[in-house]
């Protein structure tokens, strides 16, 4: 252990690199697109999160957080509906210009349905 406050820093100045660049390789190994569990695994690294738990933590932090943004969607869609008397959901559409979450669909779907579908067809 060193007790030169500027070694010091430069120790931490280094761990940071090292762990970014580790988080950073991590990533490029899992290719793309990345799942919530690669970013949060990558989040982990980055922050020098070494216990199993804290890793688990922020892929959990990273889970609310994505399952609040598809909630929000489903809630404007309702919300729209309900303003316009209408019954419309999600649905993905990919064409030769463009890849879309459009939410005039029949029959109506979740965004998260909606999104599944489109795995299953692009699986396919």
């Known amino acids: 252990m060193t007790t030169d406050p ?13 762990r970014s660049a580790a988080a950073d390789l991590y990533l490029a190994q ?11 695994t990558a989040e982990a690294i980055r922050s020098g ?14 889970e609310a957080q994505d399952s609040a943004r598809l909630d929000w969607l489903d809630r ?11 019954r419309y959901g999600w649905k993905y559409d990919i064409n030769h210009n463009r890849a879309a979450l459009t939410d005039h669909n029949w029959p109506p779907l979740s965004v998260r349905e909606a999104i599944d579908q489109a795995r299953e067809r692009s699986a396919k």
């Open 6 to 18: 500027t070694r010091a820093a430069e120790i931490v100045v280094a761990s940071k690199e090292a």
């Open 30 to 40: 899992q290719g793309e697109p990345h799942s919530p569990h690669d970013l949060a």
């Open 49 to 62: 999160l070494n216990d199993h738990w804290e890793v688990v933590q922020a892929f959990a932090r990273y």
């Open 76 to 86: 404007v869609n309702a919300n729209m509906n309900e303003w316009n008397g209408t």
